[in-house]
């Protein structure tokens, strides 16, 4: 593991996942500041979730655990505290323990109780099982999850999380086509904003368009296009309402950035990141400034590299 200090702007080593998976999980923080990581390859059956002490960076498997082990779900932290793990390609196991990453996505939905250390199995599960999907939690309790690959390659929909019923509903969108590899945000009125990802298919096709979910009505509108597709980018809501979008692929990795105005739905190019980079992370720290991180370069291989947008 590796350990970023904001008040220094400077990584160190932090000790290791052991048995854990590496590789796909899901993390969510929790309640207490620490942190879970559900699922990923290769672990043992016994560390198909683990906890990490926020603190002393220990890594403990959870008292309980989930129900199937999965690569590339989501994992959501609920407003009452709960986490939300749904989705993902189901593990590729041998003996219980994961190996590597199959082809068959996982319908399941599973809620991790942070105080008890529990999974529980939610009846119904997903209408569409998926992977490559997008996640996030709703002012009212709930989760709005967000297009993902079907099995057979199929466009999977727009679901809607009700906490009370512990069900999912499908949602109408403007775009029926497949949406893969999403980056989705919460803006300040609540509503939930989706942009960009890909068709999904074998050589994807970047996709350009920015989807906004009404928080009261749910409904699902088409208020602008990004200046440039792009799937695989990173997401991050600066302090002033605005959504910093940043990097990603269309064809190649790009270095290219948008700065979305989520109040009046108007885009601005932003500065150009050092390093082209996808598949990256981008966080804003407590400073407001935002720590862009890893990925994969235009040559391939992975960055070991961060910047710091201002």
């Not at 059956?45 to 926020?54: N, S």
């Not at 250390?117 to 002012?139: C, E």
Request: hydrophobic share 45%; glycine share 14%; with cysteine.
């Amino acid at each position: 593991m590796i350990v970023f200090d904001p008040q220094t702007e400077q990584f160190s080593k932090a000790g290791l996942l052991g048995t854990a998976g590496p590789l796909g999980g899901a993390v969510a923080t929790l309640p207490d500041g620490d942190a879970v990581l559900i699922g990923g390859f290769p672990s043992s059956a016994a560390t198909a979730a683990v906890r990490i002490d926020a603190r002393t960076l220990a890594v403990a498997a959870t008292p309980g655990q989930p129900h199937s082990h999965r690569i590339g779900a989501t994992a959501t932290r609920l407003a009452d505290g709960t986490v939300l793990l749904a989705g993902g390609l189901l593990a590729v196991t041998e003996d219980g323990n994961a190996i590597g990453v199959g082809t068959s996505p996982d319908g399941t939905v599973e809620l991790f109780d942070a105080g008890t250390g529990s999974f529980t199995l939610l009846p119904g599960g997903l209408n569409v099982p998926r992977s490559r999907h997008a996640a996030i939690a709703t002012a009212d309790g709930g989760a709005l999850i967000v297009g993902g690959i079907a099995e057979n390659g199929q466009p999977a929909p727009v679901e809607l999380y009700d906490p009370a019923r512990r069900r999912f509903t499908v949602v109408p969108t403007p775009d029926v086509g497949a949406r893969a590899n999403a980056t989705v945000t919460a803006a300040m009125d609540n509503g939930i904003w989706i942009a960009g990802g890909d068709d999904g298919s074998n050589v994807p096709a970047a996709l350009g368009s920015v989807l906004r979910c009404d928080a009261a009505t749910k409904a699902v509108t088409r208020p602008l296009d990004l200046a440039q597709p792009r799937t695989r980018f990173a997401g991050a809501l600066l302090t002033d309402g605005r959504w910093l979008l940043s990097g990603g692929m269309q064809g190649q990795a790009l270095d290219t950035t948008e700065i979305l105005d989520l109040r009046s739905a108007m885009r601005a190019a932003g500065p150009r990141l050092l390093v082209a980079r996808h598949s990256h992370t981008a966080t804003v720290l407590r400073s407001g400034k935002v720590l862009i991180l890893g990925g994969t370069g235009t040559d391939g291989q992975a960055i070991p590299s961060a910047e710091i947008f201002e």
